[in-house]
């Protein structure tokens, strides 16, 4: 108490105003603006979409149902066809014969007739599983039909960056759609960055340098770009899987790793994919690791 500087810091900042030293903050233009709603709104229906689903497997276990046991996606169209049945069905008229006629044999399924069987052999709809069931199911195929409708917007962005999304996606960890994403959040003018390491810091990805008494203390990464850093640690990831094709990130990755462990591996690759972003976006050219 008595010893608060909020008055003295109030005049100081507005001193450094009056002289035009304070940094404005990013404020991209409107079309990226657009972009960026469409965007994170597609994120946010993305998650609900992984939100029910997880409610929906919760429901089939409860339920005593094991498809996710026999098919590698239990939202795929022989499992989503045999629940589909399931639900609408009474148990007692469930027929073996209809169930294994409802399972695409086009795909990828390995499992015998025997075992999908014996993954809905026992299942009992327990109290208010079926209608919970019957509700995600409809509020699935509404939210698959928003996503296809921004899907529908984007496509309006993807034809005009169409050349910078096709540079970016020269780089391994980078599809079309994680591109048009980190256009959004940084716009396509880099002249409004300082360098690349200002947009990694706007990033979020930039260590701290906090040492006293040549004691060096934490070197976490900052708080911001909620919605970028996420982003391009998912690219990171997927980036470093990429192991003959485009072993660039990979063998950073695992020089890294060694040192400093997987998180701190993996935030250093995605700040460095931010910084080739930077530099690709630019200078209009694709990516080159040398």
């Not at 052999?121 to 109290?127: A, K, R, T």
Request: net charge positive; aromatic share 8%; with cysteine.
């Amino acid at each position: 108490k008595g010893q608060k500087t909020d008055f003295r810091d109030a005049i100081h900042m507005a001193s450094m105003f009056r002289m035009d030293l304070v940094v404005a903050s990013f404020i991209p233009p409107a079309d990226i603006r657009d972009l960026r709603e469409l965007c994170r709104y597609r994120l946010k229906l993305t998650y609900m979409r992984t939100s029910e689903k997880n409610r929906f497997q919760n429901s089939m276990t409860i339920s005593k149902i094991r498809l996710d046991s026999v098919f590698s996606d239990p939202f795929g169209k022989s499992a989503s066809s045999i629940m589909e049945y399931l639900i609408s069905t009474d148990p007692d008229q469930v027929s073996d014969d209809v169930i294994l006629g409802l399972v695409c044999r086009r795909g990828n399924t390995k499992a015998s007739d025997r075992d999908i069987l014996e993954s809905i052999h026992g299942y009992e709809f327990i109290g208010v599983q079926r209608d919970k069931l019957q509700v995600i199911s409809l509020h699935l195929s509404q939210i698959e039909e928003c996503i296809a409708l921004i899907d529908s917007k984007l496509e309006y962005y993807r034809q005009k960056y169409a050349g910078i999304i096709r540079h970016l996606t020269t780089m391994a960890g980078i599809t079309p759609m994680s591109a048009l994403y980190i256009l959004g959040e940084i716009g396509v003018d880099m002249a409004v960055w300082k360098d690349d390491a200002s947009l990694a810091s706007w990033a979020g990805l930039s260590p701290a340098n906090n040492a006293s008494a040549g004691k060096k203390k934490t070197t976490r990464v900052g708080d911001g770009g909620h919605y970028l850093k996420p982003l391009l640690v998912q690219c990171a990831l997927a980036a470093v899987r990429s192991t003959k094709k485009d072993p660039y990130f990979h063998n950073k990755y695992e020089t890294l790793k060694k040192r400093r462990g997987h998180k701190k591996a993996i935030i250093a690759i995605a700040r460095k994919m931010l910084v080739a972003v930077y530099h690709i976006v630019r200078d209009d050219q694709d990516f080159h690791p040398i």
